[in-house]
């Protein structure tokens, strides 16, 4: 699909880089507030998405990013705060008439009507002339390979195949913003992620900004622009995957998105940390901290490697190799510190692994620690 993908690009006034179109960003949510009874589902969240961007919202079960896309969807209305899409107010405009679309997991395809029918349905409710309709359903099919299939019912369709007419059938009417609840969530592993490629592909070539709630951190990283992490209806961090992967700002947003090892220790008079486990880190100190605070790095598997010899003074500590799982491309090993805590450490799959009991060497650079705020 990715090759028959074509421009598409979103026109009319209210369009992405159309000229006169306002600067600044595609969606602005300031302070926005949700509560259902007891529970606060969002607390004074405030984002920006750009025109044409793809922003993922991750969270763990609760975190409030359904009722983040529901309330931009215009289903849900916000307690408190401000929506606005291209600079206007949407928040008094129902669903329909709100310039967004929507991708549901369940696709929600009507099942009687055909994959034409179902892609033109939008378009018919809005009047839009029979051979406007014609043209611009097939292209949008033959975006996503799906010349030839318009006589074709939802239950004749594989689930990719379902999940693409469900994906143009939003595009169809060029919204500048489009809202996917869990889009691949329905779909086998080694489909997921060949659509994945696909949904970022249709994504460039329409130009619409992208809001994708996701419970799955590799999706999120694979296909976002920016991630953000949502915990208990607050924003924990947002920033571009490398950024948030690799400086996790909290211990929250470090265990989301994929494994890390959090060393505890104290700051020491010149700069170093004394961690619990029984290394010594040196690292660049976050500006605000002083000697004899507390403070938590975050180390990622993928950063620890193994060395000869003793362990280096300072980054570095002996270990123990206590089990190895092969992961295809290469191996993660959980070893065990001499005070008996567990990391995980990630060993390529082109040197030869250690034996279960085998003393270890571990060391990192500098860079690989990063400190938390909490
Ligand atoms: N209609 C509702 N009535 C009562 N509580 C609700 C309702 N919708 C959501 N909630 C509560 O609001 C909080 C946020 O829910 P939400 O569905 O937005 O989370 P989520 O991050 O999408 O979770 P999941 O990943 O499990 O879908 C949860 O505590 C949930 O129980």
């Known amino acids: 699909m990715a090759t028959a993908i074509r421009a598409f690009a979103p026109a009319g006034p209210s369009v992405i880089g159309a000229a006169g179109a306002p600067a600044g960003p595609l969606l ?31 969270g763990g ?17 916000a307690d408190a705060g401000r929506l606005l899409l291209q600079g206007r107010d949407i928040a008094p405009l129902p669903p329909h008439a709100r310039p967004v679309s929507m991708v549901f997991q369940s696709y929600a395809l009507f099942p009687h009507l055909s994959v034409f029918d179902n892609v033109a349905y939008g378009l018919r409710r809005d009047g839009v002339a029979k051979p406007e309709i014609a043209q611009r359903v097939a292209e949008a099919l033959a975006m996503v390979g799906l010349t030839g299939f318009e006589g074709r019912r939802p239950a004749q369709l594989s689930g990719g195949q379902r999940q693409r007419v469900a994906l143009v059938r939003s595009l169809v009417k060029r919204p500048p913003l489009l809202l996917l609840d869990e889009p691949l969530g329905a779909l086998d592993a080694s489909l997921r992620e060949r659509t994945g490629f696909e949904l970022r ?15 799955d951190q590799a999706e999120a990283l694979a296909l976002a622009d920016r991630v953000a992490v949502l915990e208990r209806g607050r924003l924990a961090q947002i920033g571009p995957p490398r950024a948030l992967y690799d400086r996790p700002a909290t211990r ?52 620890i490697r193994l060395v000869a010899g003793a362990p280096p003074a300072e980054n570095g500590i002996a270990a123990r190799l206590k089990d190895l799982a092969y992961r295809g491309d290469g191996w993660m090993a959980v070893v065990a510190l001499p005070d008996g805590t567990e990391w995980r450490v990630a060993l390529p799959s082109e040197a030869a692994p250690p034996a279960p009991g085998e003393a270890l060497s571990l060391a990192w650079a500098p860079e690989a620690l990063a400190p938390l705020a909490d």
């Open 252 to 303: 929250y947003v470090a265990e989301f998105l994929g494994a890390a090892n959090i060393l505890e220790g104290r700051l020491g008079p010149d700069g170093a940390v004394d961690c619990a486990a029984g290394c010594r880190l040196r690292l660049a100190v976050p500006p605000g901290r002083g000697p004899g605070e507390a403070i938590s790095v975050a180390l990622r598997p993928e950063r």
């Open 28 to 58: 602005r949510l300031a302070g926005v507030t949700k509560r259902f009874g007891a529970t606060l589902a969002l607390d004074a969240l405030s984002l920006d998405v750009a025109p044409g961007e793809f922003l993922a919202l991750l």
């Open 61 to 77: 079960s609760g975190s409030g990013k359904s009722t983040l896309l529901r309330i931009i969807a215009g289903f849900e209305a």
């Open 201 to 215: 592909a249709l994504q460039r070539a329409t130009g619409a900004g992208f809001v994708m709630v996701t419970h």
